[in-house]
């Protein structure tokens, strides 16, 4: 069965520190890939996503994320957190072509920051 | 109004009340999507419309019943709702071309309390 996993329920960094949030899915070909960010209280808007082409993404608010088929990852970084970085963290995994708007979502990483 | 909008932000019913959750979307899209957000648990997806044609049911209980009338406005009508139907509410829409689905964009939710 498809399945997305983030490891990580609760990461806690400091600001200015990098940022590294996990992203793991289960698929048999090439999904459509994405990182979405949840403030309390709001919808998700969505940082940066994966169609195909060069692995490596870049995404709004400093956000990047690298696609590595070997190891069915997806994860998301930042070189230096700010405090408004703070919120939850949604990857989502579209099956191949997408078809039909089936997202698979991991279940996300809550990301807190210290001064 | 830009994006996707939801109406009301947050509502608070008994269970033999009938209410509705409203979603408009202002991007053009063709395809509508309701999702549950549950504490603790990865986001739901209950249906989805293409062209305002039904295309996904994922399982939703009878008291959940959905209507799009145009690909602009979704409607989801509550009727005799449980409180673990307690949850936050999310409208999506996005672009589906050839079958393929393009980026989802979310509204704000609704918190929704049952008691």
């Known amino acids: 069965a498809q399945s997305v996993t983030q490891p990580d329920i609760h990461i806690t960094v400091s600001e200015g520190a990098s940022l590294e949030l996990r992203c793991n899915y289960s698929?048999?070909?090439?999904?459509?890939l994405f990182w979405y960010v949840q403030s309390p209280g709001q919808g998700l808007q969505l940082l940066l996503k994966y169609f195909s082409g060069d692995t490596l993404v870049q995404g709004i608010k400093g956000f990047e994320a690298e696609f590595k088929r070997s190891q069915s990852s997806f994860n998301l970084r930042k070189p230096s957190v700010h405090w408004s970085d703070a919120a939850e963290y949604f990857c989502?995994?579209?099956?191949?072509?997408?078809?039909?708007?089936?997202?698979?979502f991991g279940q996300g990483t809550e990301l807190s920051v210290k001064p | 109004e830009t994006g996707v909008t939801q109406t009301p932000r947050h509502l608070v019913m008994g269970m033999t009340n009938k209410k509705s959750l409203k979603c408009e979307q202002h991007l053009g899209h063709n395809a509508m999507y309701w999702y549950k957000q549950s504490a603790k648990k990865p986001l739901e997806l209950m249906f989805v419309?293409?062209?305002?044609?039904?295309?996904e049911n994922n399982s939703v209980p009878s008291r959940f019943s959905p209507e799009c009338p145009n690909s602009s406005h979704l409607f989801l009508h509550l009727h005799t709702l449980q409180p673990e139907d307690s949850a936050l509410y999310l409208c999506?829409?996005?672009?589906?071309?050839?079958?393929?689905?393009?980026?989802?964009?979310f509204g704000p939710g609704t918190r929704l309390t049952v008691l």
């Open positions: 698929y048999g070909a090439t999904p459509y």
């Open positions: 419309y293409n062209f305002k044609e039904q295309t």
């Open positions: 999506a829409s996005s672009q589906i071309s050839q079958g393929r689905t393009d980026t989802q964009y």
């Open positions: 989502a995994v579209g099956p191949g072509g997408y078809q039909g708007g089936k997202l698979i």
